[in-house]
């Protein structure tokens, strides 16, 4: 499929990444030319294959429900941009 | 004596013996870093007080007798281990700043053996990279010819062990990371098997491929720090609990009537006459040590640069959403509110090549090419595993190069991804396929640059290959360093 600018936009929104029209434009074209590349993957008939999510097989990985120290909210904060009491402050979410 | 040029066996037995002092060999290790890293960048950050309070303790250590395998022994991180109190950046601008609140599994069993950390090593920005050149604190030169790459993304790691400013060091392999820049800067580079080293405090960036191994100036120190860093840890559960091996004690038992594959997929157009030349050599050089060399076949190695490029990204989009401005980190906010501190934060905070990355991963999750893309690479994955399956059913280990063309040129493919990523082709299928893999010097160029070849060994067989590589490394003698 072709990449168009519009796509590399929606991408970068679901990405929360902010791209000014340069980056657009170069990521257009590099989008498009890696995800031509990797079409090469419809030359296999893949439909009776399972899929490989882990190489090791996985299977849940079950421990003792043991309590055990964790970080302190003092630990826990200490490279946070900003902070107040316990807690991590943000930008105002609700109005 | 030039002792930083030394291996860590010999420099254990110097210490032991107590010919020199664990504060005299990190003092000359710290000198030659400072002498030397101007010119090849291989350090984000040196931590010369700490590295001399560790050599203090380690001395105390030795002389009550109760000295282990690394103790005093100077060592470097790559910069995606995090360490207690000093400052991990991944080499991203997101992280400047960022000072962990704890060490990362491994980092601490080299700890309580009272190795010696002279400091953090550069490498490709959040490990996506196969040039050490997308890195926030510039690029890693080869010690080898400094116009030239390190490879990536331990470029770092690969540069500081070939240059003599680390005893060994560190990294972490995704798609080849430790291997492919091993190779270019003439050391040799381990990448243990899926689930054998514990990625508890190692900065994610493709959970299912990502794995920490050792990069050394000789095998058998390979083999000494994959036993230190070795074994299941209840904080990773993708470790894996089987027993660790003896690795050293089996280095020596040769590989008489051992099966080594030599898959004719991986002689692709392209490829460096000289890197054929030395490969073809050290095949003929296990024929005469007494192995078997079969020709064998790995028929989907075509598919694994695309399969590669569509399950990492879209692991590394999931991966690389913390990364939000709120808990550790940069934050940009211009006053917008949360979602555009989000966009602007990540925006000045990622460099090209991992928003590249989110991006094309984002895209293969994204809903409508989810099963187009991330499915059908999650089904050629299979088909890449069975592959090697399938060759491991009639060989012990495959051997082939490491990358097409030794180390090239500063800024030679950075205006093409797609051509940088195929620079991995080599090293790529083993990560999809969850074995293990060593990278060791082979062999130069016609312009001197050292070429490395790869032994493949079956899931869970280090043993295997480090042996082949140590018969081989004897019967080569080839172990020199970069003209620095």
Excluded at chain 2, 202 to 222: F, H, M, N, T, W
Excluded at chain 2, 255 to 264: A, D, H, L, N
């Amino acid at each position: 499929m072709k990449i168009t600018p519009e796509t590399v936009s929606h991408v970068a929104d679901l990405a929360r990444l902010s791209l000014d029209q340069e980056e657009v434009e170069s990521l257009t074209a590099e989008m498009d030319l890696i995800l031509a590349y990797v079409e090469k993957l419809n030359e296999l008939d893949t439909d009776a294959i399972t899929p490989t999510a882990h190489a090791v097989p996985l299977e849940n990985a079950f421990r003792c429900d043991q309590p055990s120290p964790s970080f302190s909210a003092e630990k826990a904060l200490s490279n946070a941009p900003d902070s107040n009491e316990d807690c991590f402050r943000v930008p105002r979410v609700i109005e | 004596m030039e002792t930083t040029g030394l291996t860590i066996h010999e420099m254990r037995d110097l210490l032991d013996t107590g010919k020199i002092s664990a504060a005299e060999l990190t003092g000359s290790f710290l000198r030659r870093i400072h002498e030397l890293d101007t010119r090849i960048n291989a350090f984000i950050r040196v931590t010369k007080e700490q590295a001399e309070e560790a050599a203090r303790r380690a001395d105390r250590r030795i002389r009550e007798g109760n000295s282990t395998l690394l103790t005093g022994i100077p060592l470097a991180l790559k910069d995606i281990f995090v360490t207690e109190g000093i400052e991990t950046t991944c080499a991203s601008n997101i992280l400047k700043g960022f000072v962990p609140p704890y060490d990362g599994t491994v980092v601490r069993r080299l700890r309580e053996q009272d190795a010696v950390f002279l400091g953090k090593l550069n490498m490709d920005e959040f490990a996506m990279g196969s040039s050490n050149e997308n890195s926030a604190f510039g690029p890693v030169r080869n010690p080898w010819d400094e116009t030239r790459v390190s490879g990536g993304s331990s470029g770092g790691s690969a540069a500081a062990v070939a240059a003599c400013m680390a005893a060994g060091s560190l990294g972490t392999d995704t798609g080849g990371s430790i291997r492919q820049p091993a190779s270019h800067c003439g050391v040799v580079g381990l990448k243990p098997t899926y689930g054998r080293v514990s990625r508890y405090g190692v900065i994610a960036y493709a959970s299912s491929l990502d794995q920490v191994g050792p990069l050394a100036r000789d095998v058998e120190d390979c083999s000494l720090l994959l036993q230190a860093v070795a074994g299941y840890d209840p904080h990773d559960s993708t470790s894996v609990s089987l027993p660790v091996p003896d690795y050293r004690g089996s280095l020596k038992n040769g590989v008489k009537g051992m099966r080594i594959g030599c898959p004719k997929e991986y002689f692709i157009d392209g490829l460096d006459a000289d890197v054929i030349a030395s490969i073809r050599t050290a095949l003929d050089r296990y024929r005469h040590l007494g192995a078997e060399i079969v020709d064998i076949t790995l028929p989907h190695t075509d598919y694994a640069v695309a399969c590669y490029y569509v399950i990492a990204t879209a692991e590394a989009s999931s991966n690389l959403a913390r990364y939000d401005g709120i808990r550790f980190g940069q934050r940009i906010d211009d006053g917008g509110g949360l979602i555009e501190m989000y966009r602007n934060t990540r925006a000045r905070g990622f460099g090209a090549e991992v928003k590249r990355r989110i991006m094309l991963g984002t895209f293969a999750l994204s809903s409508g090419y989810y099963d187009a893309y991330y499915l059908k690479a999650q089904k050629i994955r299979t088909l890449i595993r069975e592959d090697f399956a399938a060759a491991f059913d009639q060989v012990d280990a495959v051997l082939t190069p490491v990358a097409p063309t030794p180390a090239f040129l500063l800024g030679e493919k950075m205006d093409d991804p797609l051509q940088m990523y195929l620079s991995d082709i080599f090293t790529i299928p083993v990560n999809l396929a969850g074995t293990c893999a060593i990278s060791l010097p082979c062999g130069f160029s016609a312009e001197g640059l050292p070429i490395g070849m790869q032994l493949i060994g079956k899931p869970f067989a280090e043993e295997t290959i480090l042996r082949a590589a140590w018969a081989f490394e004897q019967e080569a003698g080839i172990r020199k360093g970069p003209p620095l």
